[in-house]
Each structure stands twice: as structure tokens, then as C-alpha cells.
């Protein structure tokens, strides 16, 4: 059975929170909060949060939503105000040996990732607060930083800031309850449909179908916004051809001769502007390795290995992504 974690950001509606220039921590807050759901979507974990909106919940409203779901952690989301600066976490003062020990990771690994920005580790901190007493899990509450002291307010205000802290919590969260990643199966009948639901491909292709020339053309065509004729007839050596006019292909290849890994890695490294200047020749294998950097392939393909369309559509949707 998964693990359900609430996410409780601090604040909300009538109750703004701490202010600090035109920032509001009920603001940041549920910001971090959404940005760390989505973080989390890759694990086997269950999320759920306090509020999803800019409403006010009461902070028992808080506790019993998540007693109710029988959560396995709670962790609240707040920014600090009111003179100083830096990082502090708090757990309930008379804590159970779980919530300590989730403490210690998660605050440890918070404070390292503020301290790269040069923000102070206050402490790891117990106290009687409402949230904390209130639920029956491990809980934890984070301050995370001031929201009205001019260098945490700046950080606070960076939406790539922001991203990187919620990024943070998702590891601290993962090393602390030892989240798994979730089982996924490829799903190729699922890929090509999100070409077709995207308006890439219009007409329907089996996973087992070899890719060829005029298709890639299109696709790639598609992609990059380049309309390449203003008649209703796909013309893929019009494809072809625009793909070759753009410097994406050197050669004019025939529509219907099926794609070979080796070329298929080498136009999508082109059209993702990678290009190996340091290389005196052609050098497939690498351009297939680059495809796994990228993190767009799993396994290495041999250049000469065909590509089918289930493999195609998986690539380009994490191309597109
Ligand atoms: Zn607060």
C-alpha cells in the first residue's frame, strides 16, 4: 500500500500570513506545496494537501483531514518573519521516535541546500503548535526562511528558487519515509495516441510499424512549427526536403526507406540543437549515447537498428516534455 503524505501549506485566504515586501506567505506557501506534489508525482507515494486554493482552513480542519486519511506523514509548509533570517524545522515537543528521526534527515538535508545560498541553519526546533500536537503521524513543520528580511524575501520571490527548495523537500522526503519510485510500464498503444491527441500524427501507426522517412520528416516538421505546404496532401518529399533546406539532414532521402537508429539520433540531436563540431566524422554511437544523456532513451540502441513507431512516439513525448 502506498504512502500518504499530506502537504500542509501554512495560511490561506482571510489569513495571508506573514508579509514581507509584496510577498504573502499564505502565497509561497501553497506555491511550494504544488511545486512538491509535482515533484513527488514520479513516487509511489499518496498526496494529499491541507488546501489546494488561496482559501482559509482552520488549523484543526488541518490535523483531522489528515488523521482521517490515516496519513503516514504530515508536513506543514511556512516562512518565517519578525526579525532574523535562515532556516528552522520544527516537530511537536514531545515527539515520537519517528518524528525525530524524520527531523534529522529532513532538516539536515534543508540546511545544506540553504546553506549553498549562504542562509543560517536556526536549529532543529520542538514546539507546541497546533498542527503538531494536533496529528496523530510523524509530522514536521518547516520555516523556510523570513519572508521579510531583504535576502530571504529575494530568494523566496525566485520562481527557479522556489522550484529547487520544493525539488529539496522531495529528496529530504524520499531518504526520510524511503519513498520508491512507482512501477512503470511502457505503454506504446499510450504514446503514439498522445502524438495523435497532440496533433502531431493524424493517421493511427502500430507500435510495430517501422518509422520511415517521410513520417519522420513530418513529425519533425510539426515539431519545430515549420509548415511546409499549404495543400491538403501530405507531400513528404516537400518534408524531406524542408528538414534537408534547414540543415537538419545533408541528404534528400527517400520517403518510404525505413529510419535507422543511428540517423533518427542524429536529427533529433540536430533539431535539439546538440551538434559535435569536436567530431571528424559522423559518430552514430555517440549521437545515440547523447540521446541516453538526455535521459530521451533507457537503453542504448545499435545505429543500425530500425526504429518502430511505439519507440519513436515514446522518445518524441519525452522530447516534447
Ligand atoms: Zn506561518
Not at 502537504?7 to 504544488?34: F, M, S, T, W, Y
Request: proline share 5%.
Amino acid at each position: 500500500m502506498s504512502k500518504i503524505i499530506v502537504i500542509d501549506p501554512g495560511h490561506g485566504g482571510k489569513d495571508p500570513g506573514a508579509v514581507g515586501g509584496n510577498l504573502q506567505e499564505k502565497d509561497i506557501c501553497l506555491d511550494i506545496a504544488r511545486k512538491l506534489r509535482l515533484e513527488l508525482q514520479p513516487y509511489d507515494v499518496e498526496i494529499r494537501l491541507t488546501r489546494d486554493r488561496d482559501i482559509f482552513v482552520a488549523l484543526n480542519t488541518r490535523s483531522e483531514s489528515a488523521n482521517s486519511l490515516r496519513a503516514d506523514y504530515f508536513i506543514s509548509l511556512h516562512n518565517n518573519a519578525g526579525g532574523g533570517t535562515g532556516f528552522e524545522s520544527f516537530i511537536f515537543s514531545i515527539p515520537s521516535a519517528s518524528a525525530i528521526q524524520a527531523q534529522d534527515i529532513i532538516h539536515n538535508i534543508l540546511a545544506a541546500f540553504f546553506a549553498k545560498y549562504g542562509f543560517i541553519d536556526r536549529g532543529k526546533k520542538r514546539a507546541n503548535f497546533a498542527v503538531l500536537r494536533r496529528s496523530q503521524m510523524p509530522c514536521i513543520l518547516l520555516e523556510n526562511l523570513f519572508i521579510d528580511h531583504p535576502n530571504d524575501q529575494t530568494f523566496l520571490a525566485d520562481e527557479t528558487k522556489r522550484r529547487l527548495l520544493a525539488a529539496t523537500i522531495k529528496d529530504a522526503l524520499v531518504k526520510a519515509l524511503d519513498l520508491k519510485l512507482k512501477e512503470v510500464t511502457w505503454d506504446p498503444v499510450g504514446e503514439i495516441a498522445r502524438l495523435t491527441t497532440a496533433g502531431i500524427i493524424s493517421s493511427p501507426h502500430l507500435p510495430l510499424d517501422v518509422v520511415n522517412w517521410g513520417e519522420l520528416a513530418t513529425v519533425f516538421n510539426r515539431l519545430r512549427g515549420r509548415v511546409v505546404q499549404g495543400t491538403l496532401n501530405w507531400n513528404p518529399e516537400l518534408e524531406i526536403r524542408a528538414l534537408y533546406d534547414d540543415n537538419l539532414i545533408n541528404t534528400l532521402h527517400k520517403p518510404f526507406n525505413s529510419l535507422l537508429w543511428g540517423p533518427f539520433a542524429t536529427v533529433l540531436n540536430r533539431l535539439r540543437g546538440r551538434r559535435f563540431p569536436d567530431e571528424p566524422a559522423w559518430n552514430p554511437e555517440r549521437e545515440i549515447k547523447q540521446l541516453q544523456l538526455d535521459k530521451l532513451i533507457n537503453t542504448l540502441r545499435q545505429p543500425t537498428d530500425l526504429l518502430y513507431w511505439g519507440e519513436f512516439a515514446t522518445v518524441i513525448n519525452r522530447h516534447r516534455s
